[in-house]
C-alpha cells in the first residue's frame, strides 16, 4: 500500500508553499479570472482520499475534487481501465459512428437508473451539457416551452442550464437576456421551516400549484420540472421525501417530464446508487457527471426509452461519450456496485454522528445534515434567530486547509463534506477532529 495512501494530514511548509507559490503567479497571468479557488491548493499528486501540494504538504482531500474522484484519486482499476482502453483508440466521436465502450456505458447505465426501463443515454462532457440534453429533450417530448426549476439550485453555466441556476447572483449578472420560460420555486429548506418537515414540503409544493400555476404559468405550458434530489451548491440542503413525491405527483397529473438532477448527488454519494432512490421516486430523466468516471470528463442524461424519442441530427456531442471517458466509467461503476456505495452509506453515518458530537462543543453550528458521504454543516451566529454565520464560514474553509484538511463552502453559511467515497472511518474522524480544532480557533 502507497505510504500516500495511508498518510495523515501534514503540513510543512507556510501555505502557500514557495513552489505553489509560483504556479499560481503563472496561473494569473494565462487562464481565466472567472475560477473561484477558495485556498492556494496546488496538487502534485493524489491517492485514495489523501493529496499532496508541490511543496510536499499532504491534504486530507473532503472534496473530491468537487464530488467527482468517487473512487479515490487514482483509483489502479480505473487508471488500468483507462490505460487499456487509450491502447486501443482514444476517439472516434460516438454521435457518428460505433464503439462498444459506449454501448456497454449505456447497458450499464440502464440497469442502474433511478427508474424502470427501458432507457436511452445521450452522452456528453459534463453536468451541464447532461442538463441541456435533458431540457432540449423534455421540450422536444413534450413540445412545451417552460420549465419550473428551484432557488438555490446550481444546474451549470452553459445557457440553458444557466437559466435554470438560482444559486448565486454573480453567476448570472452580466449574462442576460437568458434563456426565457425558466420559473424558479422555493426548494424546502427543514432546517429554517417554522413547523415540521411534512409541512415544510406542503409549503414548497403549494407554491408551485397556488402561485406559479394560478399567475404565472399554466401547467399544460410546462415541459419539464427540474430538481436536485439534494440541493448541493445551494447548502447540501436534503428535502423531505414527500416534497419529491409531491412533484412527481404534479408532473404526472400535467404531463410534465420529471428531470432529477443527480450531477452531485449521484453515483454512490448517497449510499444508494442516486439520491431519489431514497425517496421511491422514479423520475422520467436523470442527469449524470462528477462522480460517474472518477475524474475523466463525462456527462449523460438517461431517460425512458419513450421520453426520447428525438430524430437523429436532434442533437449530438463530438467529445461526449469518448471511449476512454466510458471505459473509467464502466471500471467505476464497477466498483461502486462492489463497495463503495455501501461504504459510503456506512462511513456516511458513522461522519454524519460524529460531526453532529461538535454541535454540543461549537455553539456556531446549528446543524449537520445528509446523506452517506454528501454532508452539509450549516454555521449560525445564533441557533435561535438562525443568523447566517457568512464571514464564520468562510474563515472555516480557510483554517482547516492550513490544518490540512480540504472542505468547500455550500450556500450562504455552510461547508460540505463530499470526500471521495473510498473514506475509511478513521479517515472521517481525522477530518471531523481537523474540523473540530478550526472551528475552537474561529471561535476565539
Known sequence: MSTL?????????????????????????????SYTRDYPLVIARGEGAIVEDVDGNVFLDCTAGIAVTSTGHSHPEVVQAITDQAR????????????????RL???????????????????????????????????????????AFLGAFHGRSMGSLSATASKVTQRKGFSPLVPGMYHAPYPDVYRFKG???????????????????????????????????????GYLVPPNAFLQGLREIATRHGIVLIADEVQSGMGRTGKMFAIQHT???????????????????????????????????????????????????ATIRLLRDSLV????????????????????????????????????????DRTTKERATSERNALVQECFRRG????????????????????????????????????????
Open 106 to 148: 449505456g447497458e450499464e447505465l440502464s440497469a442502474i437508473a433511478p427508474m424502470r426501463g427501458p432507457h436511452r443515454s445521450f452522452f456528453g462532457n459534463s453536468g451541464t451539457e447532461a442538463v441541456e440534453a435533458a431540457l432540449k429533450l423534455a421540450k422536444y417530448y413534450t413540445k412545451r416551452h417552460n420549465v419550473i
Open 342 to 381: 455501501k461504504n459510503a452509506e456506512v462511513v456516511g453515518a458513522h461522519m454524519v454522528s460524529a460531526a453532529r458530537a461538535l454541535m454540543d462543543r461549537h455553539p456556531i453550528v446549528g446543524d449537520v445534515r445528509g446523506r452517506g458521504l454528501m454532508i452539509g454543516i450549516e454555521l449560525v451566529r
Open 196 to 234: 415540521s418537515a411534512d409541512a415544510c414540503a406542503a409549503e414548497a409544493l403549494s407554491f408551485i400549484e397556488n402561485q406559479l400555476f394560478v399567475h404565472l404559468v399554466a401547467p399544460d405550458e410546462v415541459a419539464a420540472i427540474l430538481v436536485e434530489a439534494i440541493q448541493g451548491e445551494g
Open 280 to 330: 421511491g421516486v422514479e423520475p422520467d430523466v436523470v442527469t449524470i457527471a462528477k462522480g460517474i468516471a472518477s475524474g475523466l470528463p463525462l456527462g449523460v442524461a438517461t431517460a425512458r426509452s419513450e421520453v426520447m424519442s428525438w430524430p437523429p441530427g436532434s442533437h449530438a456531442s463530438t467529445f461526449g461519450g469518448n471511449p476512454v471517458a466510458c471505459a473509467a466509467a464502466l
Open 5 to 33: 495512501t495511508t498518510a495523515v494530514p501534514q503540513i510543512k511548509t507556510s501555505l502557500p508553499g514557495p513552489k505553489a507559490k509560483a504556479i499560481i503567479e503563472r496561473d494569473a497571468r494565462v487562464v481565466s479570472p
Open 88 to 103: 486501443q483508440f482514444l476517439h472516434m466521436s460516438g454521435t457518428d459512428f460505433y464503439y462498444e465502450p459506449q454501448v
Open 405 to 444: 484538511l480540504l472542505v468547500l463552502g455550500a450556500g450562504r453559511n455552510a461547508i460540505r463534506l463530499s470526500p471521495p467515497l473510498v473514506l475509511t472511518k478513521e479517515q472521517a474522524d481525522t477530518a471531523v477532529g481537523i474540523l473540530d480544532q478550526a472551528l475552537t480557533h474561529i471561535g476565539q
